[in-house]
């Protein structure tokens, strides 16, 4: 046996040994998921073809229809009412053995993980090609050219006075055009629809940069370096000195950073130091970027923990 085959069968005999030892002995169970039936009345919305929750009053007269339906929600065991849920069982069972097949990677790259990863994948791309299929194809497409075909076999909701509009045969064309790639001898009509996607959105993110990145920033940034607040109830303005200090560091660290990256001139003597000031600007600037970004990988990873040993092991109680 090999030290690799030795150390998963240690990990899986221990996992197990804990599992059927935490069943035998916990009130709750592992993954055992419970929910209590609630009774739910109001009206039914036809365009979220959904129970909307209203108070009834026996007296009035409501214009929609008023509906039953019965709702399940998570409780705990020992309640009244409450049943155990399988459905909701065997989904915090997969999530588990998923994420531990996630977190197998730690240790190295194994057949686990891979599984746990292309189902991520295919489940992902199954659940945006659905989506993309009924949001575009069918909403912005099919109801478009031909409403009465949408009407009759996807989309019963779309309007009846609802007319067809030709002008959506160009992005349709467009879009065809992309698989001409696939034929070697007619690949370049291919490139018309990925030119026109490739202008169009730049068009629209340089103007929406422009305005969040460049002159927002620019906004932001003319400020007053000796700051007064004015009293609300006797009107007497003061100066206001934390709000001045933080004034004055954020001017500063703007043109120092635009410093560093001004090369017209030779970064010697006073421009060498406050070139050198933006570099220190710039690196703390990074450096807390960084660490949002690895707070909010944390984050992530104390909610699978969570999940792990609340909802899954039932050691955390939430």
């Known amino acids: 046996m090999t030290r690799e085959t030795t150390i998963w069968t240690a990990l899986f005999v221990c996992g197990a040994t804990f599992l059927a030892v935490r069943a035998a002995t916990s009130e709750r169970g592992v993954g055992q998921q419970f929910v209590v ?34 709702r399940f929600d998570a409780a705990e065991r020992g309640r009244p009412n409450v049943v155990w849920s399988h459905s909701r069982t065997i989904g915090v069972w997969v999530a588990a053995i998923l994420t ?8 190295k790259d194994n057949a686990c993980y891979k599984l746990a ?3 991520i994948v295919g489940v992902s791309a199954g659940y945006w090609i659905v989506l993309y299929f009924w949001e575009v194809m069918i909403a ?16 019963p909701d779309t309007p009846a006075d609802a007319k067809a509009d030709l002008w959506y045969l160009v992005p349709v064309v467009l879009g065809c055009l ?12 291919g490139r018309w629809p990925l030119a026109f996607v490739v202008g169009t959105t730049a068009g629209l993110k340089l103007i929406l940069f422009l305005d969040a990145d460049f ?11 000796i700051a007064f607040t004015t009293d609300a109830s006797t009107r007497v303005r003061a100066f206001d000195w ?8 954020l001017v500063a660290g703007v043109l120092s950073s635009l410093t560093y990256f001004y090369f017209s001139v030779e970064h010697k003597g006073l421009v060498g130091r406050v070139s050198r000031a933006g570099v220190w600007v710039l690196m703390i600037t990074f450096g807390a970027s960084f660490a949002l970004t690895v707070m909010g990988r944390i984050t992530l990873l104390t909610m699978r923990l969570q999940f792990l040993f609340g909802d899954w092991l039932g050691i955390v109680r939430p």
Request: charged share 20%; net charge positive.
């Open 242 to 249: 934390k709000q001045s200090v933080q004034n004055v560091v």
């Open 178 to 189: 992309v698989f001409c790639r696939w034929v070697p001898k007619i690949a370049w009509l």
């Open 117 to 119: 990863e292309a189902i």
């Open 140 to 155: 912005k497409v099919l109801v478009k050219l031909s409403p009465d075909v949408a009407r009759y076999a996807f989309l």
């Open 37 to 70: 039936p609630v009774e739910v009345v109001g009206l039914y919305d036809d365009t979220k073809h959904e129970i909307v929750p209203h108070t009834i009053d026996p007296t009035a007269t409501y214009g929609g229809e008023l509906r039953r339906s019965v």
């Open 215 to 225: 002159v927002s920033q620019i906004r932001s940034t003319i400020l007053p370096l």
């Open 100 to 107: 531990l097949c996630v977190f197998s990677y730690l240790y």
